[in-house]
């Protein structure tokens, strides 16, 4: 404790000298600017070696991993050191803008493992804010060298969206966000 907060004839409103003030203030800024910047560790290796590929080696390494799920000779992937692997950080090769149907999910289509795909997923497969977000981030922040839009066949929310313009119905709850977003599409 400083002297005044011990001397029991000091009252609380004790006035500290300009020059005191603005010492404090001035190693307060001093301490400010050093940013952390000054002190910055090394640039961290990824997490996945493998997934530090050029835009046409992701390309192919997702054909790959297709024709092998296609096949029905996908790989056995480890989980568990996948996960300790990427417990501090994440490098995928590929985002992808998928449909949020269930039936299939890119990661399993494209026969690859944890920390490979950053994938948005939602129904009618369309580009919203919050999705074109996500995407810039993995660019931005994560090096993702390949965007790819993923459709497919049969699409329930693509479907829905026709039916609900034709038949000049709206569809209940949230949905009617869902026909806006496809109907220029339709």
């Known amino acids: 404790m400083c002297h005044r907060c011990t001397d029991p004839t000091a009252t609380h409103a004790t006035v500290v000298p300009r020059r005191h003030f603005l010492t404090l203030a001035g190693a307060a800024m001093a301490s400010l600017a050093v940013s952390r910047d000054g002190f910055a560790e090394a640039p961290k290796a990824p997490p996945k070696k493998d997934n530090v590929l050029s835009p046409d080696a992701a390309l192919k390494r997702l054909m790959s991993g297709n024709e092998r799920y296609v096949a029905g000779v996908s790989k056995r992937h480890d989980f568990k050191h996948e996960r300790e692997a990427l417990a501090g950080g994440q490098n995928p090769y590929a985002a992808i803008l998928s449909c949020a149907d269930s039936r299939i999910a890119p ?78 599409a339709v």
């Open 107 to 184: 990661e399993y289509a494209f026969d690859s493992g944890r920390g490979d795909l950053f994938v948005c997923r939602v129904a009618g497969n369309f580009a919203n804010d919050d999705s074109v977000a996500s995407l810039e981030y993995s660019v931005a922040v994560l090096n993702t060298p390949l965007f790819v839009v993923l459709g497919h066949e049969s699409c329930g929310a693509v479907d829905a969206t026709i039916k609900s313009l034709k038949d000049n119905t709206t569809l209940p709850g949230h949905l009617p966000s869902l026909v806006a977003a496809l109907a220029p």
